[in-house]
């Protein structure tokens, strides 16, 4: 029962508010996405992401360390979700991506905020990133075959990874009331991702629920199964091993909708893999942090 509900607390936040946008959205109510995700991506979480990092207190050890095991656990990830697309001969473009990338920003964010607390935000944030500028390159080359190295440097959640990341390791601190103003802007970007999330998720239109349901669970337990190795291989420590394994289990995330959108991708299915997978996520993720916490 106190496991329960200590995940209850921590999950409970998070559907609560996306179900607040997503019943916004049904209700009728204007709810403008674009500007909202351009809002957050460009500065709430940028500076969500720089304050994290400039205050976590992470040795250059463990830094590395849980680097290290994403990078391997995305490689990982990478092979078997390639070998799963060859296999059931499916569209390469269409789902190759969504596989691999989960919605560690959304999602993966608060939850480890919510369960580990500062230190496991500080851990979330670095997978995160590694996340985010293997999507904006490879993930963008896989949708679009267009994929840019030097477009990714331009991404401000980018900047203030790398900018975090130094404040971090030369042990600096901007003065008090830059550092209130950055908190204050970043604390904007949790509740709107996953307000957010919700609106995303009650417009999509899914095609072949079905085969969708299938693949969500293979791709969790493929994510789940691939942190776990990276994890036990480079010997984390209990709360970055937890953060690796929820990071890589969230379900698949909007901005792969929206890539395909873009770049012409068979985005119907796209759609069904982010609504059908979100929805199993209300129940494996409660299930993974039982396990985690």
Known sequence: MNIFLTVLEVVAPVFILAAIGFTWV?????????????????????????????????????????????ISAYGL???????????GRMDLRAYLAPLIFGNTGNLGLPLALFAFGDE??????????????????IGVWLVSGGGSLIKV???PLVAA?????????????????????????GQMAIPMMLITLGVAVARLKPRGV????????????????AATLAGVWFELSAIPFAVLILQL???????????????????????????????????????????LI
């Open 77 to 87: 990830v990478t092979i078997c979700c390639y070998l799963l697309v060859k296999l």
């Open 249 to 291: 289990s969230t379900p698949v995330a909007v901005t792969s909708y929206l890539l395909a959108v873009k770049y012409e991708a068979d985005s119907e299915v796209v759609a069904g893999l982010v609504v059908v997978s979100t929805l199993l996520s209300v129940g494996y993720i409660p299930l993974t942090l039982a396990f």
């Open 120 to 137: 496991g935000l500080g851990y979330a944030v670095v997978i995160f990133a590694i996340m985010a500028i293997y999507s904006f390159t």
């Open 153 to 155: 440097f331009k991404e």
């Open 161 to 185: 990874t790398l900018l975090g990341a130094l404040f971090m390791v030369m042990d600096w601190e901007t003065p008090n009331f830059v550092t209130n103003s950055i908190d204050l802007i």
């Open 26 to 70: 049904k209700l009728g109510f204007d709810y403008r996405i674009e500007f909202v995700t351009r809002l957050a991506m460009t500065l709430s979480v940028p500076c969500l992401i720089f304050a994290a990092l400039m205050k976590t207190q992470i040795a250059p050890d463990a830094l590395t360390a849980v680097s290290l095991a994403a």
């Open 210 to 225: 079905g085969r969708a349901i299938v693949i969500s669970i293979l791709k969790a337990c493929i994510c789940i199964a």
